[in-house]
């Protein structure tokens, strides 16, 4: 790829770790940029949200960070300023830097939005012509076992997130794509959180396998109806009818 026909900056999708966003067309042929000084510590900091090692409202020492990270100031405050950016993190007076504190408006809005372009997605590409298209869905599904068997959260959330990503992408819409890629990293804060609560609800992260794997069937089945059932019953509403009682805990 021409460095003219890159994603600019502002638009990189902060997974965990940082691979391609799961579009087919993305990955054909395609020269993949590595990672800078400044993707790494975005990724791992947001890394360390995703697990709860960093928890919402907890202020960011960055004292703390360089010695944790290995890197200077510079960088740490680059990628501060793009999860300020992408509002994960706030700066708070006397305080400096906090993870940002999550209300539930916040996150109903957030699934709200997530859950209209999901749909328009579906309208556009369902039934899927090539099921080869399909092909990334299968892949982060692999991958979300894979960390869900490791109790990784962070990873299966990372999965989780590029699943729903390349759905979006099957539709071929690139502001529909873009609309998605910008709430990449407050969403997967959110289904971080809903992960937490249905592993404390049910014991097993491979749950949320299962519930992708019958998504995926439902896209392959070309029944755009099945899918919309299964997008509005993604696991989501038990999450969501707890979320005055969870983020008003201490």
């Known amino acids: 790829m021409k460095a003219s026909e890159r994603e600019p900056y502002s638009r990189r999708i902060w997974t965990v770790p940082i691979v391609d966003d799961g579009v087919p067309e993305r990955r054909q042929g395609q020269f993949v940029a590595p990672p800078t000084?400044?993707?790494s510590v975005v990724a791992e900091l947001l890394r360390?949200?995703?697990s709860g090692e960093l928890k919402p409202g907890e202020r960011l020492v960055e004292e703390r960070l360089t010695e944790h990270l290995g890197v200077s100031r510079p960088p740490l405050?680059?990628?501060?300023?793009?999860?300020?950016?992408?509002?994960v993190v706030n700066?708070?007076?006397r305080r400096g830097v906090v993870v940002a504190p999550l209300s539930p408006r916040d996150?109903?809005?957030?699934?709200s939005l997530r859950w209209a372009l999901e749909r328009l997605a579906v309208d556009l590409a369902v039934p899927v012509e090539n099921l080869g298209q399909l092909e990334p869905l299968e892949t982060e599904i692999?991958?979300?076992r894979s960390a869900a068997e490791a109790g990784d959260v962070a990873a299966v959330t990372a999965a989780n997130w590029r699943f729903h990503l390349a759905l979006c992408g099957l539709a071929g819409h690139s502001r529909l794509l873009s609309s998605y890629q910008s709430l990449t990293m407050q969403l997967q804060i959110c289904m971080a959180m809903n992960l937490r609560f249905?592993?404390?609800?049910?014991?097993?992260a491979l749950e949320s396998v299962g519930r992708h794997e019958v998504l995926l069937e439902a896209i392959r089945s070309g029944n755009r109806r099945r899918v919309y059932e299964e997008i509005d019953h993604h696991g989501d509403i038990s999450f969501m009818d707890q979320l005055d009682v969870l983020l008003s805990a201490p």
């Open 107 to 111: 996150v109903r809005e957030i699934y």
């Open 37 to 39: 000084l400044v993707d």
């Open 198 to 204: 249905r592993e404390e609800l049910l014991g097993n």
């Open 142 to 144: 692999v991958q979300m």
């Open 91 to 93: 700066y708070a007076p």
């Open 48 to 50: 360390m949200m995703l």
């Open 77 to 87: 405050r680059e990628a501060l300023r793009v999860l300020q950016r992408d509002r």
